[in-house]
C-alpha cells in the first residue's frame, strides 16, 4: 500500500526558514517522480515543485524558484522541500505527491494528508 505522511509545518514569520519533510512507504521515491503541492485558503490546488527519478531533473513554479528546493533521500525513502526567505503568499496546506507535476496539474496518483504551512509575522 502507498502512503505519503508529510511533516514540518508550521508558524515561521516573513523571511524564515522551514523545511517540510514527506516519509513514503510501499514504493521507493528515488525511483519515482515526486511533486510537493499546495493549497492556499480560498484557492485550488497549486504544483509548488517537482524532481525526476534519481534526482535527475527539477523544476519549480516561477514564484518559489530561488527560494525552494525538492530533494529526495534514498536511505530514508524520504523526500523533502527547503523552503527559504518564507513570503505571506506561501502560506497553505502542502502536500507531496506521487508523480511529475506541471502548472495546472492537480491530479496525481498519490497525495498525503498535508502538512499547513503559515507565513506570518
Known amino acids: 500500500e502507498v502512503k505519503l505522511v508529510e511533516s514540518g509545518g508550521t508558524l515561521v514569520q516573513p523571511g524564515g526558514s522551514l523545511t517540510l519533510s514527506c516519509a513514503a512507504s510501499?514504493?521507493?521515491?528515488?525511483?519515482?517522480?515526486m511533486s510537493w503541492v499546495r493549497q492556499a485558503p480560498g484557492k485550488g490546488l497549486e504544483w509548488v515543485a517537482s524532481i525526476y527519478v534519481d534526482s535527475s531533473a527539477y523544476k519549480y513554479t516561477n514564484s518559489v524558484r530561488g527560494r525552494f528546493t525538492i530533494a529526495t533521500d534514498r536511505a530514508r525513502n524520504t523526500m523533502s522541500l527547503q523552503m527559504n526567505n518564507l513570503k505571506t503568499e506561501d502560506t497553505a496546506v502542502y502536500y507531496c505527491?506521487?508523480?511529475?507535476?506541471?502548472?495546472?496539474?492537480?491530479?496525481?496518483?498519490?497525495r498525503g494528508q498535508g502538512t499547513q504551512v503559515t507565513v506570518s509575522a
Open positions: 510501499g514504493f521507493i521515491v528515488s525511483n519515482s517522480a
Open positions: 505527491a506521487k508523480g511529475w507535476g506541471d502548472y495546472g496539474v492537480t491530479e496525481y496518483e498519490h
